[in-house]
T-cell receptor, first 113, second 112 residues
Framework: DTAVSQTPKYLVTQMGNDKSIKCEQNLGHDTMYWYKQDSKKFLKIMFSYNNKELIINETVPNRFSPKSPDKAHLNLHINSLELGDSAVYFC????????????FGNGTRLTVT | KQEVTQIPAALSVPEGENLVLNCSFTDSAIYNLQWFRQDPGKGLTSLLLIQSSQREQTSGRLNASLDKSSGRSTLYIAASQPGDSATYLCAVGGAGSYQLTFGKGTKLSVIP
């Protein structure tokens, strides 16, 4: 049973397209996150939702829009994709916001051509 | 702004050795610190979480220590095995903040 699952695993698309990445967790956690790992392997938070409410919204272009239909899902929609958006995007969840370990999905490798 | 540094960037050791990975952070006002491992093509796996009030946490062959005042944490791996080969990341949770700041990781190779 996969705890945090995200789809697709790989996404190759052209500049200007709109794409979505889906994430689901079956751990019953209250908090979900999106992280971006760039080519230098540096991980940086993008968004965090707690009980479907947006808590963290880092300096991310407004082309990126998270959507949380329920506590178990946090999807990431990206409009007008740019070359610089190429990275690995990780979904994660935790029981609570601050004092719980994070559980990560296996990542979605996005390549924009 | 919190900055997290991990040294060395890469480490290669023979099987069976004990080793220490280092993590330093610039702002000592932290809520907690987590150590993760990342295998190639995979997500991160949480290894240990140390609350700011704790000095260390242990899990099996792993021991993580935290010295808030000096802005340092170490991850000690005893009797290393080839299966320990991975990238180890340190992440600091800021007090009053809900986000983790990650280091760039130490890539560990354990040679059989």
């Amino acid at each position: 049973d996969t705890a945090v699952s995200q789809t697709p695993k790989y996404l190759v698309t052209q500049m200007g397209n709109d794409k979505s990445i889906k994430c689901e967790q079956n751990l019953g956690h209250d908090t979900m996150y999106w992280y971006k790992q760039d080519s230098k392997k540096f991980l940086k938070i993008m968004f965090s939702y707690n009980n479907k409410e947006l808590i963290i919204n880092e300096t991310v272009p407004n082309r990126f829009s998270p959507k949380s239909p329920d506590k178990a899902h946090l999807n990431l929609h990206i409009n007008s994709l740019e070359l610089g958006d190429s990275a690995v995007y990780f979904c994660a969840s935790s029981q609570r916001m601050q004092d719980s370990p994070l559980h990560f999905g296996n990542g979605t490798r996005l390549t924009v051509t | 702004k919190q900055e997290v540094t991990q040294i060395p960037a890469a480490l290669s050791v023979p099987e069976g050795e004990n080793l220490v990975l280092n993590c330093s952070f610039t702002d000592s006002a932290i809520y907690n610190l987590q150590w993760f491992r990342q295998d190639p093509g995979k997500g991160l796996t949480s290894l240990l979480l140390i609350q700011s009030s704790q000095r260390e946490q242990t899990s099996g062959r792993l021991n993580a220590s935290l010295d808030k005042s000096s802005g340092r944490s170490t991850l000690y791996i005893a009797a290393s095995q080839p299966g320990d080969s991975a990238t180890y990341l340190c992440a600091v949770g800021g007090a009053g903040s809900y986000q983790l700041t990650f280091g760039k990781g130490t890539k560990l190779s354990v040679i059989p």
